[in-house]
């Protein structure tokens, strides 16, 4: 079954623009500019360049289009209308909102840590777009195939604790201390079912690349199902989105900014760009946790090819509609459900979803192991 | 064995998942209930205590509204050539004693209610403000 140790390298972002460019019929022309002056090395990092614009672009662009429909779906929930006067639908709100917070006063409170009050909104938001890197948004649409891929988002999701603890402990302020130790308490809590229900695909898979992941669910069972992990691994499944849900801090595992209870938790003291920062890496985080689920369990960017359309088109039309999809299933959750309360939040992380999880990579490794799969 | 006794089918989030799905989709009587204020506004109950009005005719300046007042809101004031209330609405309640002591019925309350302004003596309404005339059915 371990079929991941080879070193076959599935192709990448920067290999796609290289093909587009030839299939133009202009990158020999620029390779030979580049090679004549000896600076090869320039035109790859140009063309890294270009993925890193498109993929910060791309993250504004989701983020302001994810707060619209989050304020417009809880509005149309709550028989309210939303924003309606910027733009069509008040489509155009997020963009008002981000001049007026680019136009604030950028406030530092007189006690606080100024070094670390400065850094930890820039630490959460990296750590964010970070994620996007191995995350593939269609057939060689990936930045980078690592072959850790799954670890690679694991690990750096356990960033964005330390610099919510950063924040909170930098804000010398009682009720962002209280909201970043919660987080802390929650993301670790939560972080162990995460990774042991994301084991139990890998031990299906035999490897960590995302690419594998998703080329693993190709494919149907009996010509019909598609053969995803959902289907395969229900209970996992289940585990993964609410673990990923509390991960990210929404309702209803918002303890980190519990308004009710703490003011806004741990960005209190955040106005003006730092608060946007935090804005940007809460929806970025959403986007790019929903498309983890879709990666692992969903099925990635499959789907049934459409002739004379290039795949690479038809799989980020599919991933971004199973993304969106997910995306709408947590906003519709927050639409919903309240908070539950702290020690309920640790009783379900340590008490019943560690050993579900485990259980789960049980029954894994118990069907791997009899070849029933 | 605390587990056993918990909602583990989560009936109950599934059934709310229901009805949050039934007011995205509209489903149902679920209209809208937003007044969008500037553009669009409701209707003022008939006998909502807004602005005060004097009948310019039927008014004799007696200044029994001053003595009823209890915020001392309304001063009888010269206009012209006759006596008129005057409304500092910065210190009026809109309680309507006025309107109820007015012995020939020539005070009354309109519906308009956008009283906001930017001074104090801006608030005060004189007579050239809130004098109207009846028309005269014959």
Redesign the interface.
């Known amino acids: 079954m371990w079929t991941g140790d080879t070193m076959i390298t599935n192709p990448n972002a920067y290999d796609l623009i290289v093909a587009i460019l030839n299939a133009i019929g202009v990158y020999n022309i620029i390779l030979g500019f580049f090679q004549a002056q000896g600076m090869e090395y320039v035109l790859r990092i140009i063309i890294v360049l270009v993925e890193v614009v498109v993929v910060v672009v791309f993250a504004l662009v989701t983020v302001m289009f994810l707060s619209w429909l989050e304020r417009k779906?809880f509005a149309?929930?709550?028989?309210?209308?939303g924003p309606?006067v910027t733009g069509p639908r008040g489509l155009f709100q997020p963009i008002a909102d981000g001049i007026k917070l680019l136009g604030k006063e950028d406030i530092i409170p007189a006690t606080a840590d100024r070094w670390i009050f400065t850094l930890a909104p820039f630490i959460v938001f990296v750590s964010v777009l970070l994620v996007f890197i191995p995350l593939p948004f269609g057939e060689s649409l990936i930045l980078s195939d690592l072959r850790v891929g799954l670890l690679y988002i694991i690990a750096i999701s356990a960033i964005t604790p330390v610099s919510i603890l950063l924040a909170g402990w930098a804000s010398n302020n009682k009720y962002s201390l209280m909201g970043a130790i919660r987080a802390v308490a929650q993301d670790i809590s939560y972080t162990i079912p995460l990774a042991i229900t994301a084991i139990a695909v890998v031990v299906f898979v035999g490897s960590l690349s995302t690419v594998d992941i998703v080329n693993a669910q190709q494919g149907y069972w009996f010509g019909v199902i598609p053969k995803w992990f959902i289907f395969l691994q229900p209970l996992g499944f289940i585990l993964f989105l609410i673990a990923c849900i509390a991960e990210m801090g929404r309702i209803p595992f918002d303890f980190q900014e519990s308004e009710q209870e703490l003011v806004a938790g741990f960005f209190t003291e955040y106005s003006g760009m730092k608060f946007a920062m935090f804005f940007l890496a809460e929806y970025a985080h959403l986007f790019a946790v929903s498309g983890i689920i879709v990666t692992i369990f969903l099925g990635g960017w499959t789907g049934p090819a459409i002739p004379l359309i290039p795949i690479q088109i038809t799989s980020l039309v599919y991933f971004v509609i199973k993304t969106y999809a997910v995306i709408f299933f947590a906003m519709?959750?927050r639409?919903?459900?309240p908070r539950v309360r702290i020690d309920q939040l640790l009783y379900l992380g340590w008490?019943?979803m560690i050993p579900l999880a485990l259980l789960n990579l049980l029954f894994a490794a118990f069907v791997v192991t009899a070849g029933v799969i | 064995m605390a587990?056993i006794s918990k909602n583990w089918t989560m009936i109950g989030?599934i059934k709310?998942?229901i009805?949050?799905?039934k007011?995205?989709l509209k489903i149902g009587n679920?209209?809208?209930?937003?007044v969008?204020y500037p553009y669009e506004r409701m209707k003022v109950a008939p006998r909502f205590r807004g602005r005060h009005a004097v009948d310019e005719d039927a008014c004799i300046g007696c200044g029994i509204c001053e003595t009823t007042c209890p915020n001392s809101t309304i001063q009888i004031v010269k206009y012209g050539t006759r006596w008129f209330p005057e409304f500092n609405l910065g210190m009026c309640l809109f309680c309507g004693l006025c309107v109820d002591a007015c012995p020939m019925n020539a005070l009354k309350m309109t519906g308009e209610y956008e009283l906001a302004d930017y001074t104090r003596e801006s608030l005060i309404y004189g007579p050239e403000r809130i004098l109207f005339k009846k028309e005269v059915s014959k």
Do not use: A, E, F, N
């Open positions: 779906m149309v929930v709550q028989s309210r209308y309606m519709w959750l639409d919903t459900v008490k019943i | 587990w989030i709310g998942l009805v949050t799905m007011h995205i679920r209209k809208t209930v937003t969008q």
